[in-house]
């Protein structure tokens, strides 16, 4: 427990990536089996235990110390967690912790305690472990472990132990359960790849690079077949007998929140696609905007009305089995025949095919893509006709070419500092653009960005807010910005929401900082009608 | 006698009537007893200055000559006459020069422990407790929620790290007055025998506690601008400097900061550290407690921190007790 708890109190502090992945691996490396593959689903989220309910450590805690000393205590800290972790011991000088106990040894003997038995057991637990391992085991109990690392940067970490793919480990991932010890055999060259038990599991998904400049010089436009890129989300649907289920682009098994969709898998096999909320072209109903998708996601369950209002469907891009088939190793060609084949078997409202979109040369792809038919595309994707089904982000074999970024000019609000290594400058902003209010103009913030600039531009930035801010709230420097002094920049963004949550009554998708636009002044940065506009187009 | 007779919270400070003369006051009085150093209890300004040897050096190293008309050094343990009040300084074990201060009339005494600590510190004289009929203490970390740790497990994190990430800039945010010189002592204690580097701010204050004898090892001031140096290099800097610029020409740093606030981790969050050094120069909960039992005085005043959870406790073990609101301390000082 002591190593778990030194990690976790080590992982939520570090903001670089680069040095969590070392954090992890080292971990790792250090920390026999069971208790790091517990630790590994305890991180990547897939660790069940026996939930222990706050008010029974309240409860606990309240046998050794007075309530009044708790109140100042918990007032201070301000989480009930960490609030118990560090007065556990109140008077005592903490005593020697030599032994503790086992991460492994620790959720057998919750997942195992009877609902009598497990107060005395939280509470020996507490007694034998350190403040840091305390905070750790109440964390995990309660089922609150948010450390900031995602399941793809722990198996970014585990691929260090071994001359391992990630996305192999990836792919192998959500068919074991922890403690995943065949998996760390594995990587670690000490055993056969494991078999995985689990039919109906995610598969890694294929991913496309983005066209920069010259990537197209050299290819031939007859090689490859173009699609719009729709602005859903990219989700995998897999059906295996009686198991079904919808994975997020990232494996994350989101079947509760789409009961219509689950419902209507009736064909076999494992399809990739886009999940989208409105018509179906076989219906000649158009696809609504993503801020109506919004309205389906990450709901646990989901209302018989919602559904009704928000209707789900998928927009099918590729096959990857075919019943019990892979195809993944087939051309682009074959597996799109094979998916309209297996589509026909899915319930008939539900499923359509993303159609191709027929091109000749580069340059009226160009124009196709800046101008696209219908407002809930983002682009278009480019496949090479023969490109086989490969997980991760291989350049070559898929693009993605986005409609070119909308902009408006804004102006620079508050700006805060920003994390790590860019914990000395000020890389946070908030930008407004004017609109009418009492007594003339004013500023409406709009957004915040932190990135898009060069390291350069982020001195000028940095500069710029030390020698103007005009008021502090914590940790929020305030600018000055009015019609005549200020700075404006030009923000690019994806694409425009109305909001209620903000006052501006808009709110933008993917803001970052385009260009300084030191040649401007506030007085000519966009009017919020020019947003609003926007939505409206 | 009524303590309130013999010693009481005025707006400069703590003030005895009869004696006519302030500990550790906030703002210029003719006669002030100065407990140590650190820029909330040592001022400018005063008349005649009465303190530890090192506390008038300190004071004279952080505000230049002149800090006071008349400077009189008291010597440890030994009693002093001030119009019939007898007063004796007694090491506080907070930094370098730190003293408790005793102040005695007709038999009843009054403790004015300034700050105080009990744990391990290679660079000052050990706190000596001492018996009295009231006794003042600090609660800067008077919750139950504070227990230090033994500070070399905290350097043995600090060499973990230098360890893990080898071509990162450790740099260890510390007050330029104790803090900064006690990380440097426990860290050669720990067996790092290394160039450390130093914040300009810290290079006076550490050739000071060298002349008194605090060996810190080979130092050296962080004014190279070639990045490379730093690498995997500890640099020891008072915590403003985090987020400052001078903060740019590292490599990569790797924020640390070596506080007694690093025991909770939203305060560790909030100023971007990435590694947390719980090492503090004033008493834990367990210590505070202990030491009330331990002097059993008839009255605890209790001042700068939280007060009440202090107060709290003695009523909760029938010792008298009250906050003393004294105003012009830090109560984020953890220096």
Not at chain 1, 452 to 463: I, M, N, Q, S
């Amino acid at each position: 427990m002591k190593a778990f708890s030194a990690l976790l109190d080590r992982l939520v502090l570090t903001p670089g990536r680069n040095a969590k992945k070392q954090l992890l691996a080292d971990y790792f490396r250090a920390v026999p089996d069971p208790d790091r593959g517990y630790a590994l689903a305890a991180i990547a989220g897939t660790l069940d235990v026996a939930d222990v309910k706050p008010k029974m450590l309240r409860e606990l805690v309240m046998e050794r110390m007075d309530e009044e000393l708790f109140r100042y205590s918990y007032d201070y800290v301000g989480d009930l967690a960490e609030t118990i972790a560090l007065v556990w011991d109140n008077e005592r000088d903490p005593p020697p912790r030599e032994a503790e106990p086992a991460l492994g040894a620790v959720i057998h003997s919750l997942n195992t305690a009877g609902r009598t038995a497990v107060r005395a057991l939280v509470r020996d637990m507490l007694d034998s472990l350190d403040a840091s391992g305390r905070y750790a085991f109440i964390k995990l109990a309660t089922g609150s472990l948010r450390m900031g690392v995602s399941a793809k940067l722990a198996m970014q970490a585990l691929s260090e132990l071994g001359n391992k793919d990630a996305t192999e480990i990836e792919a192998l991932w959500h068919g074991l359960t922890p403690p995943y010890e065949s998996l760390f055999a594995w990587i670690e060259g000490r055993a056969e790849k494991p078999e995985l038990k689990s039919p109906a599991i995610f598969h890694p998904v294929m991913l496309a690079n983005p066209v920069q400049d010259g990537d197209l010089d050299g290819l031939s436009p007859s090689d490859y077949a173009a699609e719009w890129k729709w602005d859903g989300i990219r989700i995998q649907l897999t059906r295996r007998g009686d198991l079904r289920r919808i994975f997020s682009r990232s494996g994350e098994d989101i079947s509760g929140s789409f009961p219509d969709i689950l419902d209507a898998i009736t064909f076999e096999g494992t399809v990739d696609g886009e999940l989208l909320v409105g018509g179906l072209a076989d219906k000649d109903l158009q696809a609504r905007s993503f801020s109506d998708l919004q309205q389906r996601l990450n709901r646990k369950s989901v209302s018989a009305k919602t559904i009704e209002e928000f209707p789900a469907f998928v927009r099918a891009y590729d096959l990857l089995f075919r019943g019990e088939e892979d195809v993944r190793a087939l051309a682009f060609l074959e597996r799109r025949e094979a998916l309209k084949a297996v589509l026909s078997q899915g319930a008939p409202g539900k499923f359509d095919l993303s159609p191709l979109v027929s091109f000749s040369s580069w340059d009226e792809l160009d124009r196709l893509r800046q101008a696209p038919p219908d407002p809930v595309i983002e682009g278009v994707m480019l496949k090479k006709l023969d490109s086989p089904y490969q997980a991760g982000r291989l350049k070559g074999p898929w693009f993605k070419w986005k409609r070119d970024p909308h902009t408006i000019d804004a102006v620079l609000i508050y700006a805060q500092r920003g994390h790590g290594k860019r914990s000395s400058f000020y890389s946070d902003f908030t930008f407004g653009v004017w609109t009418e209010g009492e007594g003339g103009d004013q500023l409406v913030p709009v957004g915040k960005a932190y990135f898009g600039f060069t390291d350069e531009e982020l001195k000028v930035l940095d500069r710029f807010v030390r020698n103007n801010t005009v008021d502090r709230f914590g940790p929020v420097r305030v600018l000055k910005a009015n019609k005549q002094e200020g700075f404006v920049v030009e923000v690019a963004f994806e694409g425009l929401n109305r909001s209620n949550r903000h006052k501006s009554g808009v709110a933008m998708r993917f803001p970052r900082i385009a260009r300084l636009r030191t040649d401007k002044l506030p007085a000519d940065a966009d009017r919020l009608e020019t947003l609003k506009a926007m939505i409206e187009a | 006698m009524n303590p309130e007779a013999l010693l009481r919270p005025m707006p400069q400070g703590l003030y005895c009537p009869i004696g006519d003369f302030y500990i550790d006051p906030v703002q210029p009085v003719p006669r002030a007893l100065i407990t140590h150093g650190h820029s909330d209890h040592a001022r400018s300004g005063h008349g005649a200055v009465l303190a530890s040897r090192e506390t008038l050096d300190i004071m004279r190293i952080r505000m230049g000559e002149g800090f006071c008309r008349e400077e009189q050094v008291a010597e440890p343990g030994k009693l002093i006459d001030i119009s019939g009040v007898t007063v004796s300084f007694h090491p506080a074990g907070h930094v370098l020069g730190s003293c408790q201060i005793k102040v005695e009339h007709k038999g009843f005494s009054i403790v004015a422990s300034g700050d105080y600590k009990r744990s391990l510190d290679p660079t000052c004289t050990p706190y000596e407790p001492v018996r009295c009929n009231v006794f003042i203490t600090e609660a800067t970390f008077g919750l139950p929620v504070f227990h230090h740790p033994d500070p070399m497990q905290e350097m043995e994190k600090l060499l973990q790290s230098l360890r893990q990430f080898p071509d990162r800039t450790h740099f260890v945010g510390a007050y330029a007055l104790g803090k900064a010189q006690r990380v440097i002592a426990l860290l050669r204690a720990a067996g790092y025998d290394r160039r450390i580097y130093l914040h300009g701010a810290l290079v006076k204050l550490c050739d000071y506690y060298e002349t008194q004898g605090v060996d810190l090892g080979d130092l050296a001031a962080a004014v190279s601008e070639v990045k490379a140096d730093f690498r995997g290099a500890v640099v020891v800097g008072p915590p403003s400097a985090f987020t400052g610029v001078w903060m740019r020409r590292f490599a990569d740093p790797l924020p640390a900061f070596a506080s007694g606030w690093m025991m909770v981790r939203q305060r560790a969050r909030q100023r971007g550290v990435e590694l947390p050094l719980v090492i503090s120069d004033h008493c834990d909960w367990p210590e505070l407690t202990a030491t009330i039992r331990e002097l059993a005085p008839e009255e605890v005043w209790v001042t700068h921190g939280r007060e009440e959870a202090l107060v709290r406790w003695c009523a909760l073990n029938q010792i008298r007790a009250k906050p003393l609101h004294l105003v012009g301390y830090e109560d984020e000082g953890d220096a």
